[in-house]
């Protein structure tokens, strides 16, 4: 197989500047384009900015806060108009203003903004958080988008403003996971209180930094004129083309955005847009050959597996591991007589039992060696491509007497493929149409306020979706020579062929929601809603692409499920507001790529529900300039035998989140969370084991590691307690602080501070990863247009590791994370 050129970690920074020329002048002058066409159109007829009607709540501005307090209207929770504060439920905004002054690039870095949140490494990309110590969602403008466990990172720079909520969905936003999820708002055409500006403003900005880093931003917003009505449009785009500080990867990535708003006539508008993003990159497995001497000191064992390409092409085919035995043995039950004790377990694995019956598992030529944390399993010619394309088209009728009718349409679609030459390789043709209608009503009285929402939703999926995993070895290459043909496998998207699993269809869902709001004078506010989804799925293998054929090809079902929620708040002096909410939330169960297998579409199980119990209590005070939050939850999924592993565990987690915001004066903004988070899989703790790849560390009477690390030996972990089904990688305390200071002569000051608990990384607990304090720092310098800020992440070069897939992989492999690296941004504001 010959060799792609990759942008690696030493590549030129010139060569890079000379790559992002050309793309960016076009981005640029594409935008100021638009500017230039839309001043004038909007000169001609020149229309103050429209202002929200008298009768309607203002947002409190408070000058210096970088928009990060929670006094705005948001709706991502429930629909309706609320604060954060008034809002009965674990939330937390972070708005643009606060990840630009932060150099907040990825989700990761979400987790200093907001409690309940910390990531384990999905491969290395950033597709949605962890929330509440389960993988999370990701929703575009409250409309929940197709899932990504990694199969792309979510673009937050084009984001307004982000919103965290920690718990399953209301139910008038349909099925939805048990921890949370993250409502991604993008880049609007409108401001604080509903205006359309009355000008257009824009800026471009180029950030540089460690390893290659080169991402420009420009955008651009304003008032048009068309066809003699109003228009206000938005629009964004990104390129970046960077290295890397690991090996054999690299990142070129484009994001386009444009957002839209029409007022037709006083009383209906039209909002709509698209977003398109154009990723190539590769995952990141980390480490390979995991033992807690290589956490603690960086001591890799060395090694080379032993020759299995018998037809000499330089990959190893599936067909040629068979053809020599079974590279992956579950327990012991193959080891000759007298080798071993038969069983699941990893104690049961001896050195007599893998010399005698599986020889060509051992590596040849073993040592020793310090391994750099560059060195990871990424190969290369790994690739993770992915096109995410994106619309909405909203119909907004206000005909008057507090009376709103609203149509949401949406689509997100995923064109992925992902190789892995250690033995992983997946591709996604996935998309989903989903039509909306919303029909708001307010009564307004002597005793209070009373809203009502009823919605019927009709949501579409088409699935493709491939992936091969049977032969994944992820020990055969030493990361201290990189790949050979002894370790380099011919993947499933490279012949076509020898798939796991390869399965089309579809499901849709049909649902209706009601929710009530019913807010009286005196204090009190109840929520209350329900909603009904019925969903049918039709799913097929494809035989002909997979190499062992299914027992049952096609599938079909139906299944319903029922949500409702329940929360009661109350004004209390002082500010406070203490709530309670209760909720019982259908989900569905789908795979990596929205797939839903015909196993289970004719077992009608891709349906199942979670429940949560929190409380807590909130406050505003100093004229909005400080707030605080602290809430406590149970909650977990009901059917405990329903899970994807990958993206939908079957969980309880039990947590307490505190938050504070204080905008101390105009200059001084400073934010703080504690997040306290017990998790664990019922289903593991159900069955009393579960099944696991063995690490090293796991086999505790194998006296030779390297005998095994030629394939993967795997059997099932004990979970004889609850303690030992709490979910790896995930720690029980978090800490986190940020602060910032402008001074009036233009100069800022930056800081994040976040602390996390020692974990063990993997479901057997047989390595521990440390515990570690990270700091990034940054200042800026602001005069007329222009800005210059430098930002200093992990600026004390702490070491750490992330946990990797850990109901499966944890003890074999680990993410070792980034040293201090810099990133420098100069910006210019039109």
């Known amino acids: 197989m010959a060799y792609a050129r990759t942008l690696g970690a030493d590549n030129d920074t010139a060569t890079q500047h000379n790559r992002i020329r050309k793309p960016l002048t076009a981005l640029v002058v594409a935008l100021l384009s638009c500017t230039a066409l839309a001043t004038p159109a909007w000169a001609d007829d020149a229309k103050p900015a429209e202002s929200a009607p008298a009768d309607e709540p203002q947002d409190v501005v408070v000058t210096g806060s970088l928009d990060a307090l929670p006094n705005k209207d948001v709706s991502s929770v429930f629909g309706f108009g609320k604060t954060v504060v008034e809002t009965p439920r674990s939330v937390s905004t972070i708005s643009a203003e606060q990840m630009e002054r932060y150099g907040v690039t990825d989700i990761y870095d979400l987790v200093a903004q907001s409690p309940g949140t910390f990531t384990n490494s999905f491969f290395g990309v950033g597709g949605a958080l962890d929330i509440r110590g389960t993988p999370g969602e990701v929703y575009f403008r409250g409309v929940r988008r197709l899932d990504n466990p990694g199969n792309y990172p979510t673009p937050i720079a084009a984001a307004d403003r982000i919103d965290i909520v920690r718990g399953p969905s209301s139910p008038i936003y349909g099925p939805s996971k048990t921890g949370g999820y993250m409502n991604f708002v993008p880049k609007s055409a409108r401001v604080a209180g509903g205006a359309l500006l009355d000008h257009a403003e824009g800026s471009v900005s180029y950030t540089g930094g460690s390893w290659s880093y080169n991402d420009v931003k420009a955008q651009v917003r304003g008032p048009l004129r068309f066809g003699g009505t109003e228009f206000g449009y938005s629009l964004y785009g990104e390129i970046e083309d960077s290295g890397s500080y690991y090996n054999n990867m690299s990142t070129r990535n484009v994001v386009l955005q444009a957002a839209f708003d029409n007022q037709i006539t006083d009383s209906l508008r039209v909002e709509f847009g698209a977003m398109y993003q154009k990723y190539d990159g590769q995952q990141n497995g980390g480490w390979n050959r995991l033992t807690q001497a290589l956490v603690d000191n960086g001591t890799y064992i060395t090694g080379s597996a032993k020759p299995v390409d018998s037809n000499g092409d330089g990959q190893v085919a599936p067909s040629e591991f068979l053809a020599i035995g079974n590279f992956n043995p579950f327990g012991t039950f193959g080891c000759a007589a007298g080798t071993a004790t038969p069983g699941t377990s990893a104690a049961n694995f001896t050195d007599a039992c893998l010399n005698a019956s599986y020889p060509y598992l051992a590596l040849t030529n073993v040592g020793t060696t310090t391994l750099s944390s560059k060195n990871v399993l990424t190969g290369p010619n790994d690739i993770l491509k992915n096109k995410q394309k994106t619309a909405y088209f909203d119909v907004i009728f206000t005909p008057g007497d507090d009376l709103e009718i609203k149509n949401q349409l949406f689509y997100d679609g995923t064109d992925n493929v992902n190789n892995n030459a250690y033995g992983f390789s997946q591709f996604h043709d996935s998309y989903v149409i989903e039509d909306k209608i919303v029909v708001s009503k307010t009564f307004k009285s002597d005793i209070g306020k009373f809203s009502f929402q009823l919605s019927p939703s009709i949501r579409y999926t088409d699935f493709l979706h491939g992936d091969d995993f049977n032969f ?286 020692s974990v063990f990384s993997g479901q057997s607990r047989a390595v521990k990863l440390p515990a570690y304090t990270t700091l990034d720092l940054g200042a800026s310098y602001e005069t007329g247009p222009f800005l210059f800020r430098v930002v200093v992440k992990n600026a004390t070069n702490a070491r750490y590791f992330r946990a990797n897939f850990t109901e499966l992989f944890g003890s074999t492999i680990v993410l070792p994370e980034k040293p201090t690296s810099f990133q420098a941004t100069l910006q210019y504001k039109f």
């Not at 329900?530 to 097929?540: F, G, L, N």
């Not at 394939?711 to 305390?733: D, F, S």
């Open 472 to 757: 994944e070895y992820f020990h055969r290459v030493d990361l201290s020579v990189g790949y050979t043909p002894l370790s380099d496998r011919l993947l499933s998207n490279e012949c076509g062929c020898d798939y796991s699993n390869y399965i089309k269809g579809s499901s849709t869902d049909y649902g209706f929601a009601g929710l009530a709001d019913l807010d009286f004078d005196f204090g009190l506010d109840l929520i209350l809603g329900a909603r009904y989804d019925q969903v049918d799925v039709t799913s097929s293998f494809v035989p002909s692409k997979m190499r062992v054929a299914p027992a049952v090809v096609n599938g079909s079902g139906s299944a319903g499920g029922w949500s409702w929620t329940a929360s009661a708040s109350y004004k209390m002096p002082f500010g406070l507001i203490p709530y309670a909410t209760a909720s019982h939330q259908s989900t569905i169960i789908a795979g990596q790529g929205s797939e839903i297998d015909p196993v289970t579409a004719n077992t009608k199980t891709f349906i199942t529900a979670s429940k949560m119990y929190e409380g807590g209590i909130k406050g505003s005070w100093l004229g909005g300039r400080l707030y605080a939050a602290l809430s406590v939850y149970t909650q977990e999924r009901t059917d405990h035998n329903i899970q994807s592993s990958t993206v939908n565990q079957s969980v309880k987690t039990d947590g307490l989140e505190a938050e504070f915001r204080w905008a101390v004066d105009k200059h001084l903004l400073l934010t703080g969370a504690y997040t306290l988070t017990k998790v664990y899989n019922l289903t593991f703790l159900d069955a009393g084991s579960t099944f696991s790849f063995f690490g090293i560390a796991d086999l505790v009477n194998v006296a030779n590691p390297a005998l095994t690390l030629g394939g993967q030996v795997g059997g099932l972990v004990p979970i004889p307690n609850a303690e030992a089904a709490r979910r790896a990688g995930i720690p029980e305390n978090l800490f986190s602080f940020t602060g910032t200071y402008k001074f009036d002569n233009g100069i800022a000051l930056s800081g994040s501070l976040v602390h996390v608990d």
